[in-house]
């Protein structure tokens, strides 16, 4: 009877004792799509402080508050759909900010990228993933709170690519929407009963690095 190599013995039984079944796939990584749009950024923007940053506590977690990560740090789970939509935007504006001719204007669009980066890798590095900034916004005329007003908001990129604006689902006050950290501009605008329309002048805030964004936006 021929006996089994103790090399080949240990390869067949190695599925077995890490528990894995002889066959299975390897789980997919949760992360793989975060990791990805990292690594693009990356390509674009070159290494930074920040994007270091970011990268640590999205693809690994922070065991506290601002704490380095380690190896036993639990993994995070996958930022939510709009942030990673957020840094599918950077990597697109970033790359065709990177094309344009007009060093300044290029100059002005890569550094709203990277003005965001920095927001997103400072709420992380405090809060420990990525995650949606609850942001509260009242309309006030004077001292007094005003209701009824629409508010939209946009993110705030200098130079030639402007993003659409996006209206929050409901009407102050206040009007509230959870955003990916970032830096926003806001606005609002009321419809009057003879059809006249009422502006509020544009905001420009960081979210993120507080629990929540309370935002007033001044009616003149």
Request: aromatic letters at 4%.
């Amino acid at each position: 009877m021929r006996r089994c190599s103790p090399v080949i013995l240990m390869l067949a039984l190695t599925p077995v004792l890490l528990g894995v079944p002889a066959g299975a796939k390897r789980p997919a990584d949760p992360l793989a799509a975060t990791r990805a749009k990292l690594d693009e950024l990356q390509k674009c923007l070159g290494t930074s402080d920040a994007l270091s940053t970011l990268r640590k506590g999205l693809l690994w977690g922070w065991q506290q508050p601002g704490s380095v990560p380690t190896l036993e740090t639990p993994k995070p789970p996958p930022p939510p759909p709009d942030y990673l939509e957020s840094l599918d935007r950077d990597t697109k504006v970033c790359s065709a900010g990177a094309s344009l001719q007009d060093e300044i204007q290029r100059r002005t669009v890569l550094d709203s990228v990277r003005m965001d980066i920095a927001a997103k890798a400072e709420d992380c590095r405090r809060f420990g993933m990525g995650r949606r900034v609850p942001v509260s916004i009242r309309t006030v005329r004077g001292n007094q709170v005003e209701n009824g007003w629409q508010v939209f908001y946009k993110w705030s990129c200098a130079g030639p690519l402007q993003p659409q604006e996006i209206r929050v689902p409901n009407l102050t006050s206040p009007a509230n929407v959870e955003l990916p950290p970032g830096v926003y501009s806001f606005r609002a605008e009321k419809r009057s009963a003879a059809g006249q329309v009422e502006t509020v002048a544009p905001v420009t805030i960081t979210v993120g690095s507080s629990p929540t964004v309370p935002l007033e936006l001044p009616i003149q």
